[in-house]
């Protein structure tokens, strides 16, 4: 058999070799450096506001205003990786050399987590140095993270979340099988559905706004926040969402015929 | 070795492919033969575990694809030139196919080489031609140095001189003892490349046969023109012969050939018009066959999948 060890680093020489994940990279760093200029107007406007006034400011945290993005780009990633192979037909070439599916997608999946981790772990690192360097020693609410060390967890949990969203990704476009749809769904659940969350009544906003994807990030660091899991439950939230995109990424991918 | 046993697959209620049993041996080309939608390629895909069966099998080898141990190392398969990802090298499309099945990464410089990619081996595969895509597509198959070839309408597309590289190189790859099945839906094709036939139609073997065999097979009836014809007609029936009559009274000839027929008028006194040995073209045969493979199953027509 094909071991799985031969497989991932195929699935690294053609992930690397897609064109578009250097373009959904540089579009996680066009995220992160406008969510710097919204962080430093925020932090120009904190400065010329009065003592009263700046008690009333939100967090200037990342993982609200750079993440969720950065989260779609790597996340479109992982879905590249098997929608691209559809959409052009190599999905036969691949599955001639790897015919064992649940071994091609698990693969594929071992390959979306250390894009999407590592990816994830770079880009919060920075949007949180970048974060940091703006607020200097500016105390909370605006700045909740006194000192350096206390954002470390903010900053794992962030890159937690990626991870999750490009696994998700994959286990999208194992289903859906399309480019479009699949990028389509996968903006609707990190992007969209936390605005929707909004319009809820709030016992449903926090009910619902608690499961989704980037709001899993301050839950899984702990800490102050409204949402409603335990980082307990968040790591669950987050596995949750792992097995259930592979898992019907998995049924969907093995049981259908390639045309 | 091939063996396909019984095989079946249903779209609903019809059958694309329908209880059809067959072998490939090695050191030959079998041309896999039948008109658009007969149901080769859904074979072939059943065959490389693309698609399941719905009942039957096809092995490889005595295994089924997915079972064989990196398969790139025992079948080398085209099924189209669109397979490689055209925003990727011809070389890094072959290098992961390689990493995959542990093949050693310079076998990708020696098949580019052997299928005249080499120049070209780090342009996108969006760039190349029909026929360099094609080419790319038998490099792919060649990586792994595999006993056992499958091709699916390789010649599609292509140019006289990249149906005489392709013509060649299965040749070539046959001559080395290798198991070689490709699929066509052109019988002139397959006269000059292959060395077995198997003909499908609507699902089902129709004939399984070498080129020479069927060629000799439907090859000879005479046609024979004569004032007297019905006379004629009965001194050949005498003879054993089959005489059919066409719309403008000449005769069909079958079981006699021209010398027999013309030397049974003179011994007749009966004068002859014309005589004239016709040999059916395979394309013609071909068609016969595949009509009336047609014909015993009243199934609607599915679109075309070729």
Same mark, same amino acid.
């Given at each position: 058999?094909?071991?799985?060890?031969?497989?991932?680093?195929?699935?690294?020489?053609?992930?690397?070799?897609?064109?578009?994940?250097?373009?959904?990279?540089?579009?996680?760093?066009?995220?992160?450096?406008?969510?710097?200029?919204?962080?430093?107007?925020?932090?120009?406007?904190?400065?010329?506001?009065?003592?009263?006034?700046?008690?009333?400011?939100?967090?200037?945290?990342?993982?609200?205003?750079?993440?969720?993005?950065?989260?779609?780009?790597?996340?479109?990633?992982?879905?590249?990786?098997?929608?691209?192979?559809?959409?052009?037909?190599?999905?036969?070439?691949?599955?001639?050399?790897?015919?064992?599916?649940?071994?091609?997608?698990?693969?594929?999946?071992?390959?979306?987590?250390?894009?999407?981790?590592?990816?994830?772990?770079?880009?919060?690192?920075?949007?949180?140095?970048?974060?940091?360097?703006?607020?200097?020693?500016?105390?909370?609410?605006?700045?909740?993270?006194?000192?350096?060390?206390?954002?470390?967890?903010?900053?794992?949990?962030?890159?937690?979340?990626?991870?999750?969203?490009?696994?998700?990704?994959?286990?999208?476009?194992?289903?859906?099988?399309?480019?479009?749809?699949?990028?389509?769904?996968?903006?609707?659940?990190?992007?969209?559905?936390?605005?929707?969350?909004?319009?809820?009544?709030?016992?449903?906003?926090?009910?619902?706004?608690?499961?989704?994807?980037?709001?899993?990030?301050?839950?899984?660091?702990?800490?102050?926040?409204?949402?409603?899991?335990?980082?307990?439950?968040?790591?669950?939230?987050?596995?949750?969402?792992?097995?259930?995109?592979?898992?019907?990424?998995?049924?969907?991918?093995?049981?259908?015929?390639?045309? | 070795?091939?063996?396909?046993?019984?095989?079946?697959?249903?779209?609903?209620?019809?059958?694309?492919?329908?209880?059809?049993?067959?072998?490939?041996?090695?050191?030959?080309?079998?041309?896999?033969?039948?008109?658009?939608?007969?149901?080769?390629?859904?074979?072939?895909?059943?065959?490389?575990?693309?698609?399941?069966?719905?009942?039957?099998?096809?092995?490889?080898?005595?295994?089924?694809?997915?079972?064989?141990?990196?398969?790139?190392?025992?079948?080398?398969?085209?099924?189209?030139?669109?397979?490689?990802?055209?925003?990727?090298?011809?070389?890094?499309?072959?290098?992961?196919?390689?990493?995959?099945?542990?093949?050693?990464?310079?076998?990708?410089?020696?098949?580019?080489?052997?299928?005249?990619?080499?120049?070209?081996?780090?342009?996108?595969?969006?760039?190349?031609?029909?026929?360099?895509?094609?080419?790319?597509?038998?490099?792919?198959?060649?990586?792994?140095?595999?006993?056992?070839?499958?091709?699916?309408?390789?010649?599609?597309?292509?140019?006289?001189?990249?149906?005489?590289?392709?013509?060649?190189? %299965?040749?070539? #790859?046959? *001559?080395?003892?290798? &198991?070689?099945?490709?699929?066509?839906?052109? @019988?002139? +094709?397959? /006269?000059?490349?292959?060395?077995?036939?198997?003909?499908?139609?609507?699902?089902?073997?129709?004939?399984?046969?070498?080129?020479?065999?069927?060629?000799?097979?439907?090859?000879?009836?005479?046609?024979?023109?004569?004032?007297?014809?019905?006379?004629?007609?009965?001194?050949?029936?005498?003879?054993?012969?089959?005489?059919?009559?066409?719309?403008?009274?000449?005769?069909?000839?079958?079981?006699?050939?021209?010398?027999?027929?013309?030397?049974?008028?003179?011994?007749?006194?009966?004068? %002859?018009?014309? #005589?004239? *040995?016709?040999?059916? &073209?395979?394309?013609?045969?071909?068609?016969? @066959?595949? +009509?009336? /493979?047609?014909?015993?199953?009243?199934?609607?027509?599915?679109?075309?999948?070729?």
């Amino acid at each position: 058999m094909s071991t799985l060890q031969d497989t991932v680093a195929a699935e690294w020489i053609k992930i690397r070799s897609l064109r578009s994940t250097s373009a959904f990279l540089a579009g996680g760093v066009v995220a992160m450096l406008l969510g710097g200029l919204i962080l430093f107007l925020l932090v120009q406007s904190y400065d010329a506001a009065s003592a009263a006034d700046r008690l009333n400011y939100e967090t200037a945290d990342p993982t609200v205003v750079t993440m969720p993005f950065v989260a779609f780009f790597v996340g479109a990633i992982g879905a590249m990786s098997v929608t691209s192979e559809f959409t052009t037909g190599s999905i036969g070439a691949a599955l001639l050399a790897v015919p064992r599916r649940r071994v091609l997608l698990g693969a594929k999946a071992a390959v979306a987590a250390l894009v999407g981790g590592a990816a994830g772990a770079g880009f919060s690192l920075m949007a949180f140095a970048d974060a940091r360097l703006m607020l200097g020693n500016r105390p909370a609410p605006l700045n909740p993270w006194p000192r350096w060390t206390d954002a470390v967890p903010t900053v794992l949990a962030a890159a937690v979340v990626v991870l999750v969203t490009c696994v998700v990704g994959l286990g999208l476009g194992a289903v859906m099988r399309s480019t479009a749809a699949t990028l389509t769904t996968l903006g609707g659940l990190v992007l969209v559905a936390p605005i929707f969350a909004h319009f809820l009544p709030t016992t449903w906003q926090l009910r619902f706004g608690s499961i989704l994807l980037p709001n899993l990030a301050p839950q899984l660091a702990g800490g102050d926040h409204p949402w409603l899991l335990s980082q307990g439950g968040a790591v669950a939230a987050a596995a949750a969402y792992v097995v259930l995109a592979l898992g019907a990424g998995a049924v969907s991918f093995g049981r259908r015929d390639i045309s | 070795m091939i063996e396909v046993r019984e095989l079946t697959k249903r779209y609903g209620p019809t059958s694309a492919v329908d209880g059809l049993s067959f072998e490939v041996r090695p050191g030959a080309v079998t041309g896999f033969l039948g008109p658009n939608g007969a149901g080769k390629s859904t074979t072939l895909r059943i065959l490389l575990g693309l698609q399941r069966p719905t009942s039957g099998e096809a092995l490889i080898g005595g295994l089924r694809y997915d079972q064989i141990c990196r398969p790139l190392r025992r079948v080398g398969a085209v099924l189209d030139a669109g397979a490689a990802h055209p925003g990727r090298t011809a070389f890094t499309h072959l290098a992961g196919l390689a990493r995959s099945n542990g093949i050693a990464g310079d076998r990708v410089t020696t098949v580019l080489e052997e299928v005249g990619l080499a120049s070209v081996a780090h342009q996108r595969v969006g760039r190349f031609s029909l026929g360099m895509r094609q080419r790319l597509g038998i490099a792919a198959a060649l990586l792994g140095d595999p006993a056992v070839i499958v091709l699916d309408e390789p010649v599609n597309g292509l140019d006289a001189a990249g149906i005489r590289w392709i013509r060649s190189t %299965l040749r070539a #790859l046959a *001559a080395e003892g290798r &198991t070689v099945l490709l699929s066509s839906h052109l @019988m002139s +094709e397959m /006269a000059v490349t292959a060395d077995h036939v198997l003909i499908i139609g609507r699902g089902r073997l129709v004939e399984e046969t070498s080129v020479a065999e069927l060629r000799s097979r439907f090859e000879r009836d005479v046609l024979v023109r004569s004032p007297r014809a019905p006379e004629l007609s009965h001194v050949l029936t005498g003879l054993g012969a089959t005489v059919t009559v066409t719309g403008d009274g000449d005769l069909v000839v079958a079981g006699a050939g021209a010398p027999a027929v013309g030397e049974a008028a003179a011994a007749a006194s009966i004068p %002859l018009h014309g #005589l004239t *040995a016709r040999s059916a &073209t395979l394309e013609d045969v071909y068609l016969r @066959m595949t +009509e009336e /493979a047609a014909d015993f199953q009243a199934a609607p027509e599915r679109p075309a999948r070729s």
